[in-house]
């Protein structure tokens, strides 16, 4: 089973809610852990695995011979993304922009283009008795990164009955869907704020055109109802958990600590999750059966 | 020589466009003749990304000689000075006043982009 955990809002909980949902897991099998916050990884600083290895992430781009070039630009106008430009009757190749399509070197008549690799990241496998953890981290200076997204997803367990927690990007852009695709349930995490709100909205319409069954897990939460709950109630979300607004959680997370393992109120908690999910997807099934 | 000016507008007293890349028009100027032609820059105003690249190819289609501006992206530099196109820097309210600033020795040369690259 795939979980990503996805938020509209930044700075709500995502990877709080990854490392201690696969901590309170891992008690009963491996659990795999796929940081895909590439452009901001930070679930290793709370998860300390065996570093296995480092493996580079490169994207297909155009390299082109000038010799052989006939200056026809053909390239130029197939390219999309404004990767190719035509200087002085010749194409100028910017590969930041390509998105590795491909159709420049199949239009090239005189076959003046060919892919060469063109490094953009890296993806790094750690693996225990506990975690499979892989980590994506995009080069600074790249504007792409769902090619790196989807290195890291190579990694997800074949076995379906392993559980896999996706820790996603923020906001509801290409970087999250590549993250969200293929996942067999989506937590999102908020807060009972006007701004939580408003960004829970835009995810669970991101999450509804993708037709993934989803749950909410509200954070720093003060009151009930709040807002959230409101909204949930509203749109026949569900809500899964409130995790309370709480200044010795706040301390250990600065700290790099995972919270299960100091705050038994928390664990609880945690624990309630992949069941609560289980029914859910259980509902989703019948319901399709019918 | 000729010479491309962002505007707002379709005329000498319109605003100068203080961006290069999604300027919505440009003013080709003749220094020769006195004479110019507009040519438009829609396309990029809402072109995901490559905006300042994109720019730098039409503009020289125009075959112009110098291209005057407030900001210049390193990707828009590196186009426009491949093909030995002059880039000044130059602050202006009107295209008008930009060129005034040329023809007066005004406009500072660039020898590098002066902004960064802005893409999301």
Not at chain 1, 10 to 16: A, C, F, V, Y
Not at chain 1, 264 to 274: A, G, N, R
Not at chain 2, 14 to 27: L, T
Request: glycine share 6%; with cysteine.
């Amino acid at each position: 089973m795939i979980i990503a955990v996805a938020s509209g809002k930044g700075g709500t909980g995502k990877t709080t809610l990854t490392v201690n949902l696969a901590r309170v897991l891992m008690e009963k099998a491996k659990i795999y852990v796929l940081d895909c916050d590439v452009e901001e990884p930070n679930v290793h600083l709370f998860l300390q695995v065996q570093k296995i290895e480092d493996k580079i992430v490169n994207k297909s781009v155009p390299e082109l011979e000038p010799e052989i070039c006939s200056g026809c630009l053909e390239c130029v106008k197939m390219c999309q993304f404004n990767a190719l430009v035509e200087v002085k009757a010749k194409p100028m190749v910017f590969s930041e922009l390509c998105h590795s399509c491909g159709g420049c070197v199949e239009v090239c008549p005189n076959k003046a283009l060919t892919e060469k690799d063109f490094p953009i990241g890296k993806v790094s496998i750690y693996e225990d008795e506990r975690y499979v953890f892989v980590e994506g981290r995009l080069d600074v200076g790249q504007p792409m990164s769902p090619p790196v997204i989807k290195a890291v997803k190579k990694h997800l367990p074949n076995d379906p009955k392993a559980i896999a927690i996706i820790d996603a990007p923020p906001g509801t852009s290409c970087p999250v869907i590549a993250s969200l695709h293929g996942a067999d349930f989506i937590l999102l995490v908020t807060e009972p704020t006007p701004f939580g709100l408003h960004d829970l909205d835009l995810a669970v319409k991101t999450v509804k055109e993708l037709k993934i069954p989803m749950g909410v897990v509200v954070n720093r939460v003060q009151a009930i109802p709040n807002l959230i709950t409101k909204y949930c109630t509203q749109n026949q979300i569900p809500l899964l958990l409130h995790l309370p607004l709480d200044q010795e959680a706040a301390r250990l997370y600065s700290q790099g600590k995972i919270l299960v393992d100091h705050l038994p109120e928390f664990k609880e908690k945690f624990q309630t999750i992949v069941p609560k999910i289980q029914k859910i997807l259980q509902e989703v099934q019948h319901a399709n059966q019918n | 020589m000729k010479i491309a000016i962002p505007s707002k507008g379709n005329t000498l007293d319109a605003p100068f466009d203080n961006r290069f890349g999604r300027a919505e028009n440009f003013i080709i100027y003749d220094l020769e003749s006195n004479e110019f032609k507009v040519i438009s820059n829609e396309q990029n105003l809402t072109a995901m990304q490559g905006a300042g690249i994109q720019t730098a190819q039409n503009v020289l289609r125009e075959k112009v000689d110098v291209v005057l501006t407030a900001n210049c992206g390193p990707k828009a530099f590196q186009v426009l000075n491949q093909a030995g196109v002059k880039i000044y820097n130059v602050e202006a309210d009107t295209v008008k006043e930009a060129l005034d600033k040329f023809k007066q020795d005004q406009a500072k040369e660039l020898d590098q982009a002066n902004v960064e690259g802005h893409w999301a």
